[in-house]
């Protein structure tokens, strides 16, 4: 029962974080933060395969319904959870723990910023040119991406250190 509350307040932190502040802050429409997704790279290392594509879908699906970009950012969340069992196995030199949550602290720096950033780029690289639709401006949806990803990971590291720690 705690873990349900735990990541319930968790949800509804980064909702509320993501639209009241992150969405408020755009450099020259080049640099657009997502933390929420957040969320998804910090579930337990033993939820169910259909549990992170369901939790994944209704993180993306609250945001796309406050920010108003039908299904935009519930499909970029979902592509994560779907990589993400993958990509833990991936980037793992040893036998994680199933019960374990994929912080920074458990993991350490440099294994999180590997996730985090593999994880973050996916999204952002998915997000961006399906916003576009379009590859007529590849080069330019591109750098947004990555000047995105690294302020997103930037927030995300902090975020570990100020508020996620366990």
């Known amino acids: 029962m705690r873990i349900w ?4 307040v968790m949800f509804i932190s980064l909702v509320l974080i993501q639209v009241l502040l992150l969405n408020q802050v755009q450099f020259s429409g080049y640099i657009n933060p997502y933390m929420y997704i957040l969320f998804v790279l910090l579930l337990p290392v033993s939820t169910p395969k259909y549990a992170l594509l369901l939790l994944g879908f209704l993180m993306g699906i609250t945001i796309d ?3 108003n970009t039908p299904g935009m950012h519930a499909s970029a969340t979902v592509l994560i959870a779907f990589i993400r069992p993958y990509i ?3 980037i793992s030199s040893r036998e994680m723990d199933k019960s374990e949550y994929p ?3 458990q993991y350490g720096f440099r294994w999180f910023l590997y996730y985090t950033s593999f994880m ?3 999204h952002h690289l998915f997000y961006f040119y399906i916003e576009l639709f379009s590859f007529s401006g590849f080069f330019l949806t591109f750098i947004r991406s990555i000047l995105s990803s690294i302020f997103s990971i930037f927030v995300i590291v902090l975020s570990q250190y100020l508020i996620f720690t366990e």
């Open 120 to 122: 973050v780029l996916t």
């Open 5 to 8: 509350i735990k990541y319930g």
């Open 88 to 90: 833990l196995n991936l």
């Open 65 to 67: 319904i406050f920010m």
């Open 103 to 105: 912080g920074l602290k």
